[in-house]
């Protein structure tokens, strides 16, 4: 059985007060702390990112595929919707 462990850094932050009173107050809402809330709030935003970037490189991977041969036309936007 594998064990990970995280190594934890403290940082110190300026927040405005209304910032403050909210952090302090969604905190206590989820039984946490503030550092403990920011620190997710932050890893969420960095995992999105990271999965966002991801998922460009793999978009941007495949070679693109042409829509229609050379001379042709594109099809009218009613045969595609047959309005």
């Known amino acids: 059985m594998l064990h990970y ?3 934890m850094k403290n940082v110190t932050i300026t927040l405005d007060e209304e910032v403050a009173r909210w952090a302090r107050i ?14 997710e709030m932050l890893k969420e935003k960095m995992q999105e990112e990271e999965a966002y970037l991801l998922a460009m490189e793999q978009y941007f991977s495949v070679k693109p595929k042409a829509l229609k041969k050379p001379g042709e036309h594109y099809p ?6 047959e309005r």
């Open 76 to 81: 009218r936007r009613e045969e595609l919707y």
């Open 26 to 39: 969604r905190a206590a809402e989820q039984n946490t702390s503030v550092s403990r809330l920011l620190g």
């Open 5 to 7: 462990y995280c190594v």
